[in-house]
């Protein structure tokens, strides 16, 4: 690799934290070194079996358990075609069914957040419980043939898990805990269901839902488009892990890439990571180097004092980056402090179209008041900033998508910093292909 | 032109990178002994490796300038193994930073006291052989706003003051005393570089302020600095050289 020094990264030894999270490096499966190809992201035909094969049959992500606190509070999510409805119950449950009148096909809610004590159909005001019943139909006996089966809304599967609400659009899906595991280890140690919103973005991309979650599967790009996170991570010294059907990468930060030189000042985002742990880098007197573990100590002594239990956490993840990929569509960068995760959402019709949900958190230190959650805010690719970082991760994927179309261009050609790549495409091969991949097949 | 240094014996103080680093190997290929430090371990240790390839003899130690007996214990360690010293370049420093009172104490402590108590320890034995050079390295920032009012370039600007008049009261014991003013300077690991990788646009706004168009090296520093501490320089006494490619605004009259 093109690195100006050699580091060897102080990390946890894994066997001392044997209840948190796994620090474990996994086994790295053997994944073959071939071509990905690009008619994945542009093909309808593939599309289609990524919707019959993945999409209707998987968990899938639908929203906070924090934004269900009450009952009659409801989540509206959409995934591709399919609009749901997840809605707390009268005993604290949650239900997810379908957000369409089975009368007409009128949406009863838009996408969206809010609370209810019923839905009312806006067109011939049928109205359904929170539960799902048909509480009423207007004129009920000029319908010879009844209410439809069950007077019900189907329900989809639904369950909550750290923090998160999941659903499914498969009857028969297994249970949330397998479909998820080994994530729950991993992940609940954050403890997420003390962070509150700070950030709520959907952006309408130009691409393929594929060709966002592969630009957060690997660390290859930042020397490519990041320059200035060379000073604040280490893109060299990434363990990848990969498992089942989810993967993750752990990324040192608070550090300097080996791709760089070591500078003797403080780097502007390593100096802030330490004003946030309650340092004053002005006081520091160790070495550039040293920064990560200093912040670590410094952290887990003085987070007690600052009402931010990391009592669960190991002391990289005091520091690091520890990256998720929850197949099919969620990547969740999990910080000590703070969660910043992306949900990408197929188009309903569209290969070239995306949804890119950028969800964030931060940890609320105890005895503080929860604070405001922001408002849900949408728009269209560039049409606004989304930070410094996302708008170059953003910046090049309207033209890779272009370029996927290309005669010249057969596919993806995979490096072994991209194994996650690799990975995540297996898994899809697993689901659309479950006979194994014939020729032809992309 | 022979800059006369060979031979000499020269002290520096934060040679590890950087015009530090420049300095001392100047020094070294004109044949100066030379004595130098900084506060890491591992740059002094591949500074003094790297700068015996001139063929002259190299001492190093690490010691961190602020804390002061060390500090004094170092340089009297170094005036033993040069069995004296010709020339001295104190130009170790904190760098810059605002929003903490601690930068303060930080660039008095390292920047000021630095060079202070290196020239303290070097007069006596200069004032005794009637010769001697120093050369103190200020900034740019100490005469144009550069970063915001931090204490990096107040603290800076008291050694353009204080060299000259070091310059007037030393000139009877043969000592010449003379400041070095850099402009922004680039080498892999100092800030600017890392300034070019984090902050891009600002980076490319200070190009647009150089009168060529880059910023300076520190071998072109280097080189103004040794010229001011060598013999040659021997009518330069409480001098101050502004060494910026032209970057300043202002008329040095």
New interface residues.
Partial sequence: MDVKRHIDVIRVNPQDWPDGTPAWKAETPELGHEVIPAGRYTSHDFMKLEWERIWTKVWLLGGRSDDLGEPGDYICTEIGKESVLIVRQHDGSVRAFPNVCLHRGNKLRPEGRGNVQNFRCMYHHWTYGLDGRIERIPDLDTFPQGGPPGMRMKLYPCEEWGGFVWFSLNPDVEPLSDYLDPMQQHIAPYHAERMAWVRDITVEWDCNWKTSVDAFNETYHVQGIHPQLQWYLDDVNVQIDCYGRHNRYLIPFATVSPRVALPSAIPPAIHEIMVKAGMDPADYEGRVSDIRRDVQLFKREHGPAQGKDYSELNDDQLTDDYHYMIFPNVSLNVHSDDIMMFRQRPHATDPDKMYYDIWMFELVPQGQPWPERPKHKRFKHGDRSIGQVLDQDAFNLPTVQKGMYSDAFPGLWIGDQELRIRHFHKVIDDHVYPHGKRPGDL | MDLGLQGKRAIIVGAA?GIGMAVAETLAREGCDLAVTAR?EDGVKDAVASLKRYGTSVVGKAV?VKKADDYRAWLDWALDQLGGCDVLIPLSSA???M?????WS?AFEVDVMGPVRAVEAVIPAMAEQKSGAIVLVATTSAGEAMGGPQPYNAMKASLVTWGKQLALFHGKDGIRVNIVSPGPVEF????W??IK????KFYQAQLRQQPTGRLGTPEEVARCIAFLASPAASWCNGSHLVVDGGFTNRTHF
Avoid: A, H, I, V
């Fill in positions: 990178r890491s961190n760098g810059g930073g929003g903490s009172e601690k930068y930080n892999e690991g100092g800030n570089d890392m990788g984090t902050m891009e």
